[in-house]
């Protein structure tokens, strides 16, 4: 069974400072997916990692994939407001099932 | 092309009643994915269905759950005997082939009064 697992689940930031979420999962997997979450809404999707050494970069995120540690990060680069959501990752399961971690609670303080 | 629609929205039952969600994916998408949402968690993968076939279900739980994706029309997700435990978000998602991303809809938030 994947399992998969996020840190830290909350994430409090100063506006401009950096800071990393870590997404580690259990088994073997091609796939894995980053999405943003504002309260009461439904999932945006940020990122796709398909292969290991993946790095995907949009505006003051970018996200990375090394398969081998089963490990992706995602790196939040001077931080704004705008950010504050919840952060999911996601690792691809059999048939394109996808198992979630539990989030990564952000939020951007002046 | 329109995203992934999902209705009702909010739906509010009593306990006992029966709950139907429906998802239309994405034109074009036959995989669809449901997924179940608690308060202040993390998604967790319910049902993957693919035109008129249930490919995985080990998320649903064992009784009182059904979803079924027929050749014409959106898919269903059915909660018998709804109690309140059910109260949820419940997302579904669509992909055009199994190796593409996921996209999802805004959700059904299910309320059991």
């Known amino acids: 069974e994947l399992k998969v697992e996020q840190n830290p689940l909350f994430l409090s930031m100063q506006e401009g400072k950096n800071y990393t979420i870590y997404c580690n999962y259990s088994t073997t997997s091609d796939r894995l997916y980053w999405y943003r979450q504002d309260p009461g809404k439904s999932l945006e999707s940020l990122f796709v990692?398909?292969?290991?050494?993946a790095v995907k970069q949009e505006g003051r995120l970018m996200a990375s994939l090394d398969t081998k540690a089963r490990l992706s990060t995602l790196h939040i680069t001077a931080a704004v407001h705008d950010l504050s959501a919840t952060y999911f990752c996601a690792v691809g399961y059999n048939n394109n099932d996808m198992r979630f971690g539990a989030g990564t609670r952000l939020t951007v303080k002046p | 092309n329109a995203g992934v629609m999902q209705n009702p929205r909010h739906l509010v039952r009593r306990r006992g009643q029966e709950a139907r969600l429906r998802c239309s994916p994405m034109k074009g998408h036959s995989h669809v994915y449901w997924y179940r949402q608690l308060p202040e968690e993390g998604l967790k993968f319910m049902v993957y269905?693919?035109?008129?076939?249930?490919?995985?279900e080990s998320g649903m739980p064992k009784e009182r759950f059904s979803a079924e994706f027929p050749k014409e029309g959106p898919s269903i997700l059915r909660i018998q005997q709804v109690v309140r435990g059910d109260s949820a978000a419940y997302f579904c998602a669509s992909s055009l082939t199994q190796q593409d991303e996921a996209f999802f809809g805004q959700g059904t938030r299910l309320t059991v009064v």
């Open positions: 990692l398909l292969s290991n050494g």
């Open positions: 269905l693919q035109k008129e076939n249930i490919i995985d």
